[in-house]
């Protein structure tokens, strides 16, 4: 047997015989060593939120509207002779806006004057002959009722002299008038349209979901073209939705004194509701379980995963107001899609949130 065959059988040999002794798994002391197995959780980043007084604010769609417009119908029949006002102008209560011919009404009035007065002295005559027993009872009786009867003759005619012009039922602006010098008008005939921008009306529709927050009085805000506008107050609330939008109609009043807000335009109406006590928490801490329902990830005093599901009532800046949420509760903010219910993880606190 040469060398080389000999050397490699003593090698094959003492490898057999040091895997078979075991001698690989012991110290120096001959006792086995314990091999120690470190637990790794996953890190997380929380922060302590407390619970704050949070007055949730209802946001809707509004359009303005003028509070009120009456159309304004002539009472008399006739010519129109002036138009007082023009369309656009402003009218305060009271003044006229068109004005129709007097024709012979003066004249009516005049004889129903005089004839009221000859009616009043025939009834004193009648009164005087009676306490001289001249006079019957039937005969005063006629006597009086011709005395009523012209009175109210005056009061018409005096009423048709009145109506000869045509007036502004209260402070406003005249929208439209349709008639023009010339125009021949009867009693019912429209002359113009009258509108009140001041107050100004703000209407909306207000979700089944949001109208029970809502109550007569409360403050609003409107926002119409960038510009808010906080004067605004809740003054009327429907009781029967809609059939076709399911909504509640809802409307506020605001001051427009210059009535340099106009009817019709879009604007936002804000209105402030009761407070309540809610979570400020930042939107990305905000998921959704497997069934859709919106929940957060908190942490126990033992560093343990849970979710908890929670409502969003506001939103602001600095992040989403959450209701559901216990009076203080440590939240994960960052890492909180990597972790699961009853997981043990390590967390880290920013320094404004310090770890409690």
Request: glycine share 8%; charged share 20%; hydrophobic share 45%.
């Amino acid at each position: 047997m040469n060398t080389n065959v000999r050397l490699a059988l003593f090698f094959t040999l003492a490898i057999v015989l040091w895997f078979g002794s075991g001698s690989f798994g012991t110290t120096d002391s001959g006792e086995p060593v314990a091999t120690k197995e470190s637990s790794v959780y996953t890190k997380v980043q929380a922060t302590n939120s407390i619970q704050q007084s949070f007055s949730p604010t209802v946001q809707l769609r509004a359009k303005t509207k003028v509070n009120r417009e009456v159309k304004v119908l002539a009472e008399v029949s006739g010519k129109v002779t002036s138009a007082l006002v023009e369309e656009g102008a402003g009218v305060i209560a009271g003044q006229g806006i068109c004005e129709i011919g007097a024709e012979d009404r003066f004249l009516s009035l005049a004889q129903a004057k005089a004839s009221a007065e000859n009616a009043d002295i025939a009834y004193r005559g009648a009164l005087k002959l009676k306490s001289v027993g001249y006079q019957s009872d039937l005969a005063i009786s006629q006597a009086k009722a011709n005395q009523a009867a012209a009175k109210t003759n005056v009061k018409r005619a005096q009423l048709d002299v009145n109506n000869l012009k045509v007036k502004a039922p209260f402070d406003g602006i005249v929208e439209s008038r349709p008639v023009e010098i010339g125009d021949f008008i009867m009693p019912g005939q429209l002359c113009a349209v009258v509108v009140e921008l001041d107050p100004l009306k703000i209407e909306a529709l207000v979700a089944e979901t949001e109208i029970n927050k809502l109550r007569l009085g409360d403050k609003a805000v409107v926002v119409i073209d960038g510009n808010a506008y906080p004067n605004a107050t809740i003054t009327y609330l429907a009781r029967q939705a809609n059939p076709k939008t399911r909504g509640y109609r809802l409307e506020a009043t605001m001051g427009n004194p210059e009535q340099a807000l106009r009817a019709g335009i879009s604007a936002r109406l804000k209105v402030k509701t009761t407070a309540i006590l809610a979570h400020l928490i930042p939107a990305s801490s905000i998921l959704l379980n497997d069934i859709g329902e919106t929940v957060v990830r908190v942490l126990d005093q033992k560093q343990i995963v849970d979710s908890l599901k929670v409502t969003a009532v506001g939103e602001s800046a600095q992040g989403i107001w959450v209701a559901g949420l216990p009076e203080k509760v440590v939240l994960v903010t960052v890492g909180q899609n990597y972790i699961i219910d009853g997981e043990h993880v390590d967390p880290s606190f920013p320094a404004a949130s310090p770890k409690q």
